[in-house]
């Protein structure tokens, strides 16, 4: 696990919008030209409404201008996994699903996925563009 990518996902997790749950998410990922880029949880008082940390880091990366990332750091109180929703949406920048997950606790604890073992079976097309 980058010790950068950890440092800002468990920093980002601090202005984590969870005042629902609780549950307090930070990531960090660091896309093709080596920028980071990080995201916490907004909830929402309608609760459906809520972006989960995972999808404000890709959300930074594309507004910045990039369209992959190699590995992703999610920090969380338990080592929680990405939900399903956000498993597609980082394979929609992550050809081949090359890039690496690592599951944190705010102590460094962690696992370290593929997200080809997280999503094996993505939906895919050939209509998904990358390139400007
Ligand atoms: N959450 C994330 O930020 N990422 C995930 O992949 C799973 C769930 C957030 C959404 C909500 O704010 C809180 O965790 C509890 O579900």
Redesign the pocket.
């Known amino acids: 696990m980058d010790p950068e990518l950890f440092e800002a996902a468990k920093a980002v997790r601090d202005q984590?919008?969870?005042p629902?749950?609780?549950?307090?998410?930070g990531?960090a990922l660091r896309s093709t030209s080596g920028r980071i880029f990080v995201?916490?949880?907004?909830?929402n008082l309608s609760y459906g409404l809520?972006?989960?940390?995972?999808?404000?880091a890709i959300g930074a990366m594309v507004a910045a201008g990039d369209r992959e990332f190699t590995e992703i750091v999610?920090v969380?109180d338990d080592i929680?996994?990405?939900?399903g929703?956000?498993?597609q949406v980082l394979a929609e920048f992550s050809p081949g699903l090359k890039a690496t997950v690592n599951l944190a606790s705010d102590e460094g604890e962690h696992t370290s996925i593929p997200l080809a073992n997280l999503l094996p079976y993505p939906f895919k097309s050939d209509k998904v563009h990358r390139s400007k």
């Open positions: 984590a919008y969870a629902f749950s609780g549950y307090k998410v990531a995201g916490c949880n907004v909830e809520t972006v989960c940390a995972e999808r404000n999610v969380t929680g996994s990405p939900c929703m956000c498993r």
